[in-house]
């Protein structure tokens, strides 16, 4: 079992619609929850974290975190063609010491 | 400007031909990281350094070596590359870890392919 898991999609939502990014974590300790955010070609970039149970909004961007089901989800409202990226969902494992990341989940929005 | 510096960006080089990628930033941040990003494997962890002189191993270190001799620097090198080593590379740092937000500004990536 992967440590971080996403649907590598693509993930294909028309402009102005809500897309929903999943990932599932194994490592029940795990407290710290991240969403990077990667242009084709280019390095990664922090969206968003969250840290407790709930959610944590943040303009078009919601993060949720269900710890109890190990689970952490991204919304972005009001679809726009240049949210088209690469989403990364990486997790503090329980040791604190090491960021592991899931293999991605590609979204295209469609004007 | 805030940031992590990665060279060389691209590189194409042979088996068993040493090279080194080298890293640096200038946030005074004591965490540095490598990563290497493969297509459907995400960024993978190579090795870490949580300050000067303290170093040690991800998930994927073998083939690889780093040293952290100055707080800005972290090199990673390749002393005999393989073509299993081609891959997109990134070097990151942190100033507050492991807790904090803002926790890690990546640097531009480097693609190495090995022949």
């Known amino acids: 079992q992967k440590e971080v898991e996403q649907n590598s999609g693509p993930l294909s939502v028309p402009e102005g619609a809500i897309a929903s990014l999943n990932c599932t974590y194994s490592d029940r300790g795990s407290q710290s929850f991240f969403w990077y955010r990667q242009y084709s070609g280019k390095s990664p970039e922090l969206i968003m974290f969250?840290?407790?149970?709930g959610d944590k909004e943040d303009g078009r961007f919601t993060a949720q975190l269900n710890k109890a089901s190990q689970y952490v989800s991204l919304l972005i409202r009001d679809s726009q063609p240049s949210d088209s990226a690469t989403y990364l969902c990486?997790?503090?494992?329980?040791?604190?010491?090491?960021?592991?990341f899931g293999q991605g989940t590609r979204l295209t929005i469609n004007p | 400007e805030a940031q992590v510096t990665q060279n060389p960006r691209y590189l194409i080089t042979v088996t068993g031909k040493k090279l080194t990628v080298t890293c640096s930033q200038n946030m005074n941040h004591e965490y540095m990281s490598w990563y290497r990003q493969d297509p459907g494997l995400g960024l993978r962890q190579i090795y870490y350094?949580?300050?000067?002189?303290?170093?040690d191993k991800g998930d994927v270190p073998e083939g690889y070596k780093v040293s952290r001799k100055e707080k800005r620097n972290f090199p990673l090198i390749l002393e005999s590359p393989s073509p299993n080593q081609t891959s997109l590379y990134f070097c990151?740092?942190?100033?507050?870890?492991?807790?904090?937000?803002?926790?890690?500004?990546f640097g531009a990536g480097s693609r190495l392919t090995v022949l």
């Open positions: 990151a740092s942190s100033s507050r870890w492991p807790a904090g937000a803002n926790v890690l500004t």
């Open positions: 969250i840290y407790s149970n």
């Open positions: 990486a997790v503090m494992g329980s040791g604190a010491q090491k960021l592991v």
């Open positions: 350094s949580m300050n000067v002189e303290v170093t």
